[in-house]
């Protein structure tokens, strides 16, 4: 009788728990519960493989517990469906995890494939960068383009047309036709297209080192390098009329980049004031290993020469005759005093362009209208501009180097998302060019991660010529300029000292690239000393490297007080960057 009542007790209590388990609120507890024993299991099985892991000397096992004999009927259906349950969702979610992962692997192979792929075509001159591509079996038809990298050979050999005239003609062939269009064969077009366009360049269209609109640019701006080229390659250089300045580049101890090119500014007012050409000649920072042959020691190595070939020779020649120096022919540096190198009248023939700047520089929160030399800077922006109208093949390999160290896997992902998932495979080699690649879309300039804001921060030993602020302030300014531009999120940095680059930490709302250098770690250390360091070579490239990536970013914080930023600032604004404005946190001290 006794175990019959038992069993009758087992059943009221089983029938009890299951009207229990119908009711809603009993229902709630228990896909709370079992939700519950799902997350802890997931949390288990992160932590471990194995059946048991341990926090300390505390062991849990994820292995499910015998019932006890006593357990009721409810329990064991609770147990039973929590196993097979979680077991279902730990092995969806490991698979769809797993599944991720490889994905995520898989592309991050990829990119680094295509990256490695790019830096040996870059370096393809070295046996390492051809034993990768044969190692890979990478060939040409199957690599695709690079598109932060550009042709350095072929966009020199633009260059060089587009700076000598064409047999007799007074222009060179400038054209409205843009960049590579300005090669494309004419065999396609009518005698009268082909007069048409030989017209243009004879009548002196504007030169094609400047991009933008006029409004974008300082006042004359076009006109002003148009003259300045017409002005450095006379027609005939032997002809007694054509006079010359021959004048090493500064080279006294302390004399920084910046000053130099300050100085040269200054050199070819004169010029142009007394009716010279310019021809410069011992370029201390381009002699080193990487400068080769009739370039070293030139500037020459890094940017297009400021005058013909031909005045060069003559000007050599002149330099040699007593006869030339007694009338006036020649004349060199030591002709002038410092104060009218770097203070000296500002040309005048092309009027006042600069009393109509536009007043487009941001200082302590208002926008500076005029000041007491607005005319030294239109003239250096004008001088920094045809100096270095066009880089040399050697620069712009500097400038593919420090793009793809930069950029290049970040283009590797963007380049991936257009490709076929089977990418490298052999049947996917990438689409033939045709002529809208090779003279149209070529005239792009290389990518970067756009909108990118540069930036050039100043401080060691600058102290002693203007006020230094620190870090701070200049993210204040480029938090200021993302605040109107909140797709902005980028910033090219260049900076002399070690504790910028760790503080870029501390901004994580920015993204921040910057040449690969040993920096300055202490604060008392003089640019010279620290030049010395580097090495004539890292110390040259570097810093041009920097300037040109400045010169071409949407939008720019600096310093007007450094020669470095000044510089800058007179690229931009005659490469049509003037209404991007210009952030500083000082001013020039001769204001």
Not at 55 to 74: E, K, L, Q, V
Not at 198 to 221: C, F, R
Not at 441 to 465: F, I, Q, T, Y
Not at 548 to 565: E, I, K, P, T
């Amino acid at each position: 009788m006794e175990p019959l009542n038992q069993k009758s007790i087992e059943r009221v209590v089983s029938q009890k728990a299951l009207q229990m388990g119908s009711s809603f609120p009993c229902q709630i507890c228990v896909v709370g519960f079992l939700c519950g024993v799902c997350l802890t299991s997931l949390f288990l099985a992160a932590l471990t493989s194995f059946g048991t892991f341990q926090f300390g000397p505390i062991s849990f096992s994820t292995m499910p517990m015998a019932n006890s004999s006593g357990n009721s009927t409810f329990r064991n259906d609770i147990n039973m469906i929590t196993r097979s349950d979680c077991h279902f969702q730990l092995k969806e979610t490991e698979r769809l995890w797993d599944s991720k992962s490889r994905r995520e692997r898989d592309n991050e192979e990829r990119v680094s494939f295509l990256y490695s792929g790019w830096s040996a075509v870059l370096n393809e001159t070295t046996s390492g960068g051809k034993e990768y591509l044969q190692k890979h079996g990478i060939r040409g038809s199957s690599l695709p383009n690079a598109p932060h990298l550009e042709n350095c050979k072929v966009k020199t050999q633009l260059y060089e047309y587009l700076d000598k005239r064409t047999g007799t003609d007074a222009f060179p062939p400038w054209t409205t036709w843009k960049g590579s269009l300005q090669t494309f064969s004419v065999a396609a077009f009518s005698e009268q297209m082909q007069k048409l366009r030989h017209e243009a360049a004879s009548e002196g269209a504007y030169p094609p080192w400047i991009a933008g609109s006029d409004e974008e640019n300082y006042p004359l701006t076009r006109k002003v390098q148009r003259d300045l080229w017409i002005h450095q390659h006379p027609l005939n250089c032997s002809s007694p009329d054509v006079k010359f300045l021959l004048t090493d580049w500064e080279r006294l101890p302390g004399f920084g980049i910046g000053a130099q090119i300050v100085g040269m500014t200054g050199l070819l007012a004169i010029a142009i004031n007394e009716g010279r050409v310019l021809v410069t000649n011992y370029y201390n920072r381009a002699h080193h290993g990487g400068c080769k042959g009739s370039s070293q020691s030139s500037w020459s190595c890094y940017f297009f020469p400021e005058t013909s070939l031909e005045c060069r020779q003559r000007a050599f020649e002149l330099i040699k005759s007593e006869d030339a120096w007694s009338k006036g022919t020649m004349t060199t540096k030591e002709n002038y005093t410092t104060k009218h190198i770097w203070a000296g009248p500002t040309p005048r023939k092309w009027g006042l362009p600069w009393n109509y700047l536009q007043p487009t520089t941001y200082l302590n929160g208002t926008l500076l209208a005029s000041h007491r030399k607005m005319d030294r800077r239109w003239w250096r922006a004008q001088a920094v501009r045809y100096l270095m109208r066009f880089p040399t093949e050697y620069t712009c390999n500097l400038m593919n180097e420090a793009r793809h160290v930069s950029f290049g896997k970040l283009a590797a992902k963007v380049v991936l998302e257009r490709l076929p998932g089977d990418w490298p495979k052999e049947n996917s080699a990438k689409e033939r060019s045709g002529d809208i690649d090779e003279y149209v879309w070529s005239n792009h300039k290389p990518w970067v991660p756009r909108p990118l804001l540069s930036m050039h921060v100043r401080m060691g030993d600058k102290a002693c010529e203007m006020k230094v602020v620190g870090f701070e302030e200049y993210i204040q300014l480029a938090d200021r300029i993302g605040r109107h531009f909140p797709h902005l999120n980028s910033i090219w940095l260049s900076t002399e000292m070690q504790e910028v680059i760790e503080k870029t930490r501390e901004y994580s709302h920015w993204n921040f690239y910057y040449t690969k250098v040993r920096r300055q770690v202490k604060t008392n250390m003089s640019m010279a000393d620290y030049e010395a360091s580097l090495g004539r070579e890292t110390s040259t490239n570097y810093p041009l490297v920097n300037f040109l990536m400045a010169a071409d970013s949407d939008f720019y914080v600096g310093a007007l007080g450094s020669s470095w930023s000044f510089l800058i600032d007179g690229m931009r604004n005659t490469g049509g960057k003037v209404m991007a404005g210009y952030l500083t946190v000082n001013k020039d001290r001769f204001w």
